[in-house]
């Protein structure tokens, strides 16, 4: 033991003890004064850890007694006194048997407490040396327990030696010798967790309180505090205590799903131990303490501080990474070991014990906020693995662990963002931690690519307020990308002005479909990509990088997955302008009136448009991969398309939505009722007549028809649908929508709002007021019900002239 | 993150440190990340986690590595460690036999949790306990060409070959990353919590998503 130099006074021991069980004070008076720190002194005596009287105060409130509560005439030391001295022997006994050798030996220097001689080896002749004997292979030998269980006390003998290196306390062979062998008693006694690493941590403070508090018989003359403060059974109360602890916290080191133990058959319906029914289904297991981990930031911290939370969603931070080691060793590494233990006194002095603790942790996230919300992936990682000490704190002001468990306290009883924010500016208030979350630190960039960071005052930010959203990467963007940002921008503002001025519907459709499609236009023509995606893997992805410099593990950056979205929503887009032209084809009137000439062109025309539906039928259902968009088109049409307008690149035709062409300019615009049903009939009777012996199937003719419809209204559709692309939704609700992804102009500021810049500067126009005009000059249009489209079109031009 | 976090590179490359308690991975990181060992430092509860960036081939990589728990093959925090990786230290004690016996264990479980390819290198620290030595050298090395991995011996307390053993590593990983590779195989919506699979593989030309039609 070490010396006793390492003790306080014993004057103080037992004026500690006349303070908890002998000044009639109330338990509940007690836990109070423990919990706000006034039970024991904050400043630690000797060797910067000791404090009098702890371990009585956690003595008290961890070990149940019988009768719960003591009649109140009656010490309450009493019934805490002799629950000790049960467990007490119970622990001697445990020592006696598990460490017993098979043929009854003990290590060397082993003793028991209050075994003054240890049990003779047991020489008898009925030991079976066949099986009992150190040598022997017999299934049943003993010894291949007993060698495990060695293994098992050197695994542990290899944590206690490396327990809380920096106080020499822990350094004492004794004490290590002691540890260990509290920590192989409660292992084997908990054969479904056994010893895991971190309650060598747990105990170790444990034992050193038990054991700053023991009292020799002749130090002082009061036989009951030096009965229950005695020296001889120190190892015991800690063990005791861990026990206790470990009652509530075993569940956070469980690592297997727990097995119940066989018991007799008899005892099965009577009793039943291990994991309730519930517990048995057919579930993958998933480790309480990742529960508890995800419970701590996905719950507990979005009800307290849900900016936070949103920051550490979006970096990708497991809770699990942090929470474990938190939670397992009760914070004893994120503090100081003295501090770590004001937080026990306050954690142990609550009556649903470790309910607390994952409070404590959100409070202590709250504390961090400003490192962690500019902070990146390995920002937050690095504050949240290696806790930042505490600040020099005004002295009037309470301890901070202190100030840590109130603060968690007051989350515990009313979790919301209201209660949040006050811990913060408590934390403001006595420890200086501003409110302002700093900016971003410029993240980490490829070298090639230097970060410029374009601001402006754009409502989604104002929406936001002072205190900003936590915008955790800072993206690096080109200017390029900021422009093609800023094109949304433009239409929302534009949309807003019009509907202050009255604009109809109609045109606000058509300039909500602008903008809706321009992010996605946009990103097409300037080939930057669009930044990196949240929730993308648990590595945020810093940068956007040319494939071949990516590292493996951003297989696809979100830019290029777009691009394949964008590429399938062309393609789409043709087949609903093909199906549109060959429904088209079909429509046409086969009257008599007509002349032969005529009559035969219509014919071939349907012929074609058929064959365009079979093939449009086979790229749909993935036959065929390539697009051969003269066989998509059928040959006059795709003549007509070859030789878009001139004024356009081919990119530019193929994602502006041209409206499908009439293969023939001659059919009358039909009112869209008529047209819807006249749709079905007409052609489905004059098919048969048409040659088919092009076309792979006959069925095929016949099946089409329905599908038309609905084809032709996808087709028709895919014009507006564009924006369920994710991305445009979270304009028009920025700040919901920003929460589960980051959609480009939610967090890249534009600079659109400047008044210096309008449409004229933009890198291009807008192509899709553009495109209906040029065609409109080529092919009159046929279809009636593209016409509030195009008509919106054509008058979006006339706003984005004329509104400034 | 200040310092360190600040600074640019051109590759970031998680390597993850495994191996039996006590080991010394901890200390191979210390060492590795800041030139620092502790004789007796405490053991790793959960995740310790460190960068540091060199130079491979004139560019930059950061590393960023991993140590956990070697008592535990860590379940409750196995997805979130391997996830990503694409090295491992598979790391014994070249003064403990049994270490080097668990190390066949350790392949296991880098097989049934990480990516396929990733870069493993086996490494028996401790070499500056010579006259302790329970694993031969050539012992290892013959495991090592058996599994297809490389092999180094190293002393977090002396430094010797802690710098190498790392450099080699990223360099064998930047050598296949930059070689070309990607498969884009993996589901983009990799939710924390899953393990997925990665590839590293070197092989056919992969180059997609350059312009539309």
């Avoid at chain 1, 050798?101 to 030991?127: C, H, I, K, R, T």
């Avoid at chain 1, 005695?230 to 080191?253: G, H, K, N, P």
Wanted: glycine share 4%; charged share 25%.
């Amino acid at each position: 033991m070490p010396d006793t130099s390492a003790r306080p006074e014993p004057q103080k021991i037992t004026a500690m003890y006349e303070r908890i069980f002998r000044s009639g004070a109330p338990l509940s008076k007690l836990k109070d004064a423990a919990f706000g720190g006034r039970l024991l002194s904050d400043t630690p005596e000797q060797d910067g850890l000791g404090v009098a009287g702890r371990s009585l105060a956690w003595k008290l409130f961890l070990i149940p007694t019988t009768p719960l509560t003591p009649p109140a005439s009656q010490s309450p030391a009493k019934p805490l006194l002799e629950s000790l001295e049960g467990r007490r022997k119970e622990y001697a006994s445990l020592l006696l048997e598990k460490m017993r050798a098979p043929d009854g030996s003990y290590e060397e220097n082993f003793s028991v407490p209050g075994v003054a001689q240890l049990p003779q080896q047991s020489d008898e002749a009925s030991m079976n040396l066949q099986r009992n004997n150190p040598l022997s292979l017999h299934e049943d030998n003993p010894w291949k327990d007993w060698f495990a269980a060695v293994d098992l006390r050197k695994t542990i003998r290899q944590d206690v030696e490396r327990t809380f290196p920096d106080h020499d306390y822990f350094r004492d062979a004794e004490v290590q010798v002691q540890l260990t062998n509290i920590l192989y008693i409660y292992s084997v006694t908990h054969s479904d967790i056994g010893y895991r690493q971190g309650m060598h941590e747990l105990l170790a403070p444990l034992y050193y309180s038990v054991d700053y508090d023991s009292l020799d018989p002749i130090e002082s003359p009061d036989k009951e505090i030096v009965e229950f403060c005695s020296r001889t059974w120190v190892a015991a109360d800690a063990w005791i205590l861990f026990s206790e602890v470990m009652e509530d916290m075993s569940c956070w080191y469980e690592w297997r799903e727990p097995t119940p133990p066989p018991m007799p058959a008899s005892l099965q319906n009577q009793y039943r131990h291990g994991p309730p029914e519930g517990r048995l289904e057919l579930k993958p297991y998933i480790a309480p303490i990742v529960l508890t981990c995800q419970r701590l930031q996905s719950q507990l911290l979005k009800a307290a501080d849900p900016l936070l939370w949103q920051a550490m969603q979006k970096a990708g931070i497991e809770p699990q990474i942090y929470g474990i080691r938190w939670l397992r060793l009760l914070l004893t590494r994120e503090f100081s070991l003295p501090d770590a233990m004001i937080l026990w006194d306050g954690i142990f002095s609550c009556d649903s014990t470790f309910e607390l603790v994952p409070w404590i942790c959100v409070a202590m996230l709250i504390r961090i906020r400003n490192q962690l919300i500019p902070a990146d992936y390995s920002g937050q990682l690095s504050v949240l693995l290696r806790y930042p000490p505490p600040m020099d704190i005004d002295p009037a002001s309470p301890h901070h662990a202190i100030l840590l468990l109130r603060q968690a306290f007051a989350l515990y009883t009313s979790p919301n963002p209201s209660t949040g924010s006050s811990v913060a500016i408590e934390n403001r208030n006595l420890l200086n931690i501003p409110l302002e979350v700093p900016e971003p630190q410029p993240s980490p960039v490829r070298t090639r690519r230097p970060a410029t960071r374009v601001r402006s005052s754009t409502d989604v930010r104002k929406a936001t307020g002072p205190s900003r959203t936590p915008q955790g990467q800072n993206i690096s963007v080109k200017q390029s990308q900021s422009l093609q940002l800023g094109f949304p921008e433009l239409a929302r503002g534009l949309l807003e002005k019009g509907e202050s001025l009255g604009i109809n519907k109609t045109l606000m459709n058509a300039v909500s479909e602008l903008r809706k499609n321009i992010p996605e236009l946009a990103s097409q023509f300037i080939g930057s990509p669009p930044p990196e995606s949240s929730n993308y893997s648990s590595f945020p992805l810093v940068t956007e990088r040319p494939p071949e410099e990516r590292p493996p593990w951003e297989h696809r950056t979100r830019f290029e997955m777009e691009h394949d979205i964008a590429d399938l929503r062309a393609l789409q887009k043709k087949m609903g302008d093909a199906v549109g032209s060959a429904v088209d084809a079909l429509l046409q009137d086969e009257g008599e009136e007509r002349d032969a000439e005529t009559i035969k062109r219509i014919r071939n025309r349907k012929r074609e448009a058929i064959e365009s539906l079979a093939y449009v039928r086979d790229l749909l259902k993935g036959t065929t991969t390539e697009v051969d968009e003269e066989r998509l088109y059928g040959e006059e049409e795709y003549k007509r398309r070859r030789w878009p307008p001139t004024s356009q690149g081919g990119d530019i035709k193929q994602t502006s939505s041209p409206p499908p062409r009439p293969p023939e300019p001659a059919v009358p615009a039909r009112p869209s009722l008529e047209h819807r049903r006249q749709k079905s009939s007409p052609p489905a009777q004059s098919l048969p007549s048409h040659p088919l012996s092009s076309l792979p199937r006959t069925p095929v003719i016949v099946q089409p028809q329905p599908e038309l419809v609905s084809m032709k209204r996808v087709a028709h559709a895919t014009t507006l649908p564009r924006q369920r692309s994710s991305s445009s939704q979270s304009l028009s609700n920025p700040t919901i929508e920003s929460n589960t992804f980051r959609a480009p102009w939610n967090y890249t500021k534009s600079n659109f709002s400047t008044p210096t810049l309008n449409s004229a500067t933009l890198p291009r126009p807008p192509p899709t007021s553009q495109s209906p005009v040029s065609m409109r000059s080529e092919a009159p249009p046929s279809y009636t019900n593209q016409m509030p489209v195009r008509q919106a079109r054509k008058a979006s031009n006339d706003p984005l002239g004329a509104l400034p | 993150m200040a310092g360190e976090g600040t600074t640019s590179y051109d590759y970031l490359f998680k390597v993850v440190l495994i191996g039996d308690s006590g080991v010394g991975k901890s200390n191979l990181l210390s060492r590795f990340t800041r030139n620092e060992f502790n004789l007796d430092s405490k053991s790793t509860i959960g995740v310790e986690f460190a960068t540091r960036t060199i130079q491979v081939d004139g560019k930059t990589v950061k590393a960023q590595i991993w140590d956990t728990a070697g008592q535990e093959r860590y379940r409750a925090i196995t997805s979130a460690y391997y996830r990503g990786a694409v090295g491992a230290l598979l790391v014994y004690d070249i003064a403990k036999q049994s270490t080097f016996e668990n190390v066949q264990r350790w392949l296991k479980e880098l097989r049934d949790h990480a990516d396929s390819n990733i870069v493993i290198m086996l490494v028996g620290n401790k070499s500056d306990l010579r006259h302790l030595r329970a694993v031969l050298t050539d012992q290892a090395q013959q495991f090592a060409e058996e599994n297809h991995l490389s092999f180094m011996e190293t002393s977090a307390l002396d430094a010797s070959n802690v710098e190498l053993a790392f450099q080699s590593i990223l360099t064998e990983i930047y050598r296949i990353v930059s070689a070309k590779s990607l498969e884009n195989t993996v589901d983009p919506s990799i939710k924390p919590g899953e393990s997925t699979t990665i590839s590293v593989s070197t092989g056919e030309d992969q180059k997609k998503a350059g312009c539309c039609s």
